[in-house]
Every structure is written in C-alpha cells, then in structure tokens.
C-alpha cells in the first residue's frame, strides 16, 4: 500500500458523459500527478498540482481538466466522453515539486467508456 | 520534449538467467532515469533509479547503468525469478521538468 488512495475503483459510463476521479495524496505530499495508462501508449502525463497550484501539464486534453483543494487532495474532470478515453488512469504522489522525487502511485480508476 | 524509447516490448526469460531491459532517450539535459515495476492489476512502483552523476547503480539483483554520451540506460536483472514477471517501466526528466516514460517492457520469467 503506497498510501495514495484512488475513487472510484471502477467506473462504467456513456459517451458523452462527464466523470470525476478523485485521488488523495500520501501524507505530508504536496505534489499530486496525474497519468493515464492505455495499452498501446503505456504511461501518459496529464498534469501535475503542487500545493493546490497547477506546475506542470502534459498530453491533458481541454475535455479534461483538474485541481488540488486546500487539503491537498485533486479531482480530475473528464467530460463529454469518447469511447477512446477508456483507460487506467492512475494518480501519484510526491514530497517535493520536481520529478526526480520519488512518486507513489495509487491502486488507479479503472474508466470504461460504452 | 523528450522522448523515450524501450526495448524489447516483451522478453520471456528462463528463471535464474538475466534479463536486460533498454531504453533511450532524446534531452540530453535529462539528469534522472528511474525504472517502475508494475505486476499484473497493480500500480507502479519505483524500484531503482539514477541520476546523471553517477555510470551505475546496484541493488541486490537489480542494476541499472547509464551512459550520457550515447543516451542511454539499461536495467540488468540477475537471477531472475517468477515474481520478477511483470512490465517494466524506464522514464527520463530534467528533474524540475516531469517523468516520460517509456512504453513499457513485459517481462516473463519461466520457472
């Protein structure tokens, strides 16, 4: 158990549709990354938050957006759905803000989109 | 930005010979190369990593070396057993910058 905590597990939705994940960091974190995992695309960065600021953004597309609130956990939105969002999205956390701090990642949300 | 390449996509190994996973990367400023192991339905995990300072690093079975001049980092694994089965992850940064990873390489170890 890395102590980052994922909700939900499993999510099954529509096209078209709008979906929360929620992520809450391992104690004492600051920095919250997202990612999503495809098969064919292996580990992609959507965007990271440190400290309730958004610091870096990745492949994260504008159907998608995120925060972290005050008590540091973040909320990834992904509205109108395509079948092609369906993937393991993952959220990670770290101490610091740069990368070469270890990241721990959580269990993941797995999101089908029908 | 930077890219990263791994090979192979897929490696079956024999338990107790050794495995060799490579990958390459393009941002010759990229100053940290750590290796993520992922077992089936789970989460990634950090299991080794090295910064740009140093030509190699070792712990217990598991060694990943790093030559800056061609770009490149391998992750050596010896003795390999079953529970070794999983995807490996390489990834390369800047440090400030974010994690690219590579696509990952399964590895398969056959009692």
């Known amino acids: 158990d890395s102590g980052v905590t994922q909700t939900p597990k499993h999510l099954i939705t529509a096209t078209g549709q709008r979906v929360t994940l929620r992520c809450s960091p391992r104690s004492g974190d600051l920095s919250v990354y997202w990612y999503q995992q495809s098969l064919d695309q292996g580990l992609q960065f959507l965007i990271q938050?440190?400290?309730?600021?958004?610091?870096a953004k990745g492949n994260i597309l504008e159907r998608f957006s995120a925060q972290q609130f005050p008590d540091l956990h973040s909320e990834l939105n992904l509205s109108s759905l395509e079948l092609g969002d369906s993937a393991l999205y993952f959220c990670?956390?770290?101490?610091?803000?740069?990368?070469?701090?270890?990241?721990?990642f959580g269990p993941g949300t797995r999101l089908t989109v029908l | 930005g930077e890219n990263v390449e791994q090979h192979p996509s897929t490696l079956s190994v024999q338990e107790g010979d050794s495995a060799v996973i490579k990958c390459t990367y393009s941002d010759s400023a990229s100053n940290y190369f750590p290796w993520y192991k992922q077992e089936l339905g789970k989460r990634p995990q950090l299991i080794i990593d090295?910064?740009?300072?140093?030509g190699e690093k070792k712990d217990q079975r598991i060694a990943v070396t790093l030559n800056k001049t061609a770009k490149h980092f391998s992750l050596h694994i010896t003795e390999t057993q079953p529970e070794d089965s999983a995807v490996y992850f390489c990834?390369?940064?800047?440090?400030?910058?974010?994690?690219?990873f590579g696509k990952g390489t399964m590895l398969l170890v056959s009692p």
């Open positions: 990834a390369a940064s800047r440090g400030y910058s974010t994690l690219t």
């Open positions: 938050y440190y400290n309730g600021e958004e610091r």
């Open positions: 090295i910064r740009s300072n140093v």
């Open positions: 990670a956390s770290s101490v610091g803000a740069s990368a070469d701090n270890e990241q721990f």
